[in-house]
């Protein structure tokens, strides 16, 4: 943290962060984590739930990727994080090809237990499944994962990322991982505060989240920067 005092204009950019007091101005350090949902599986198109299925990316997805990244902008990044499942590890590697990478296994997909490659509507007479869809999200699928257990170990992913990030001096990071965590995740930390639902995301896209060590340490929240990729002009 860097400390000015007295008045005067003071330049800024994407990596500073200025804060105000009686006592002086202080610039802290930010840093970008953008947080991508992969791309389409074959299971995906059929309505499926795939948790720890581990199906690779289709022929649509891929396509989908490449349009995306012909037509739009990823942000420019240090390190690529990615959930171990194919379809993240995949996605990451036709956004930022070549790009360095490191597996987090705390940021894969929930355990949909028994309802895990089946679809809404052969589950639809299914009281188990019927019961789950009726309560709150941090419940648990049958032999599965509950909500509360996913966004357990998103935190986890997001502080152990972050340690990273300030201790390497990484400003921007890309994390290449699922929907439902990327949800949980957003409702539960995200500034501003959003209901599950509304942070849903489409295939190859998600949301620039920027941290500085303040907010986390004394909040343990992160503001939501926009939308990505952006629309080349």
């Given at each position: 943290?860097?400390?000015?005092?007295?008045?005067?204009?003071v330049?800024?950019?994407?990596?500073?962060?200025e804060i105000?007091?009686?006592?002086?101005?202080?610039?802290?350090?930010?840093y970008?984590?953008?947080?991508?949902?992969?791309?389409l599986?074959?299971?995906?198109?059929?309505?499926?739930?795939i948790?720890?299925?581990?199906?690779p990316l289709?022929?649509?997805?891929?396509?989908?990727l490449?349009?995306?990244?012909?037509?739009?902008?990823?942000?420019?990044?240090?390190?690529?994080?990615t959930?171990?499942?194919?379809?993240?590890?995949?996605?990451?590697?036709?956004?930022?090809p070549?790009?360095?990478?490191?597996?987090?296994?705390k940021?894969?997909?929930l355990?949909?237990?028994?309802?895990?490659?089946?679809?809404a509507a052969?589950?639809?007479?299914?009281?188990?499944f019927r019961a789950?869809?009726?309560?709150p999200p941090?419940?648990?699928t049958?032999n599965?994962?509950s909500?509360?257990d996913?966004?357990?170990?998103a935190?986890?992913a997001?502080?152990?990322?972050?340690?990273?990030?300030?201790?390497q001096?990484?400003?921007?990071a890309?994390?290449?991982t699922?929907?439902?965590?990327?949800?949980?995740?957003?409702a539960?930390?995200?500034?501003?505060q959003?209901?599950?639902?509304?942070?849903?995301?489409?295939?190859?896209?998600?949301?620039?989240?920027?941290?500085?060590?303040?907010?986390?340490?004394r909040d343990?929240?992160?503001?939501?920067?926009?939308?990505?990729?952006?629309?080349r002009?």
């Amino acid at each position: 943290i860097r400390k000015i005092f007295g008045k005067g204009t003071v330049s800024k950019n994407s990596d500073i962060c200025e804060i105000k007091s009686k006592r002086g101005v202080y610039f802290m350090l930010t840093y970008k984590i953008h947080i991508l949902r992969h791309g389409l599986t074959q299971a995906n198109l059929e309505g499926r739930y795939i948790g720890r299925s581990d199906p690779p990316l289709c022929e649509q997805g891929r396509a989908q990727l490449r349009e995306l990244a012909a037509g739009c902008e990823y942000p420019s990044v240090q390190r690529v994080y990615t959930s171990p499942l194919l379809r993240a590890r995949q996605t990451a590697e036709m956004i930022y090809p070549g790009q360095e990478q490191e597996t987090v296994d705390k940021l894969r997909e929930l355990d949909f237990g028994d309802f895990e490659g089946r679809t809404a509507a052969e589950l639809e007479h299914d009281q188990a499944f019927r019961a789950w869809i009726a309560a709150p999200p941090s419940a648990r699928t049958p032999n599965g994962e509950s909500g509360a257990d996913l966004l357990g170990r998103a935190v986890e992913a997001a502080a152990y990322i972050f340690a990273q990030m300030m201790e390497q001096r990484m400003t921007d990071a890309a994390v290449v991982t699922h929907g439902t965590l990327i949800m949980n995740l957003l409702a539960a930390m995200g500034l501003p505060q959003r209901s599950l639902l509304r942070w849903n995301t489409q295939p190859g896209a998600g949301y620039t989240l920027l941290l500085t060590p303040q907010m986390w340490m004394r909040d343990h929240k992160f503001e939501v920067y926009g939308q990505i990729p952006l629309r080349r002009v």
